[in-house]
């Protein structure tokens, strides 16, 4: 089992920044993969940005260029700074953590607004 608390979300104007932190509550060193989903309203859920253990990252197209994962086993913290940002990118953001197929956890998501 692993507990994930979102943090950092809030409103921004066009072109403005902000960065996510997620802290999970066992050693993220131990999970394969850590990535940020997002949900706008009455659209579905997506993978935006996710990262290997190895530190492989991905990326969607749409923030590609824009936003970047990282994670800091140290502080079992994994983050999403998000630069350039749209009123697209509007969405309640989540935290997963993958660890194997059919086990993986989430967090109570957190508002991101982009708006002036």
């Known amino acids: 089992q692993v507990r994930l608390v979102e943090s950092g979300g809030g409103l921004v104007q066009p072109g403005g920044s902000l960065r996510l932190s997620c802290i999970t509550s066992?050693?993220?060193?131990?999970?394969?993969?850590m990535a940020w989903y997002r949900q706008a309203p009455e659209k579905q859920r997506e993978l935006v940005a996710a990262i290997a253990s190895g530190g492989m990252v991905h990326y969607i197209d749409s923030v590609r260029d824009r936003f970047t994962i990282s994670r800091d086993n140290a502080k079992n913290t994994v983050y999403l700074q998000m630069n350039s940002l749209k009123p697209e990118d509007t969405a309640v953001y989540y935290c997963?953590?993958?660890?194997?197929?059919?086990?993986?956890?989430w967090g109570q998501g957190i508002q991101v607004t982009v708006s002036s």
């Open positions: 066992r050693s993220i060193s131990s999970i394969p993969t």
């Open positions: 997963n953590a993958w660890e194997t197929v059919g086990v993986s956890y």
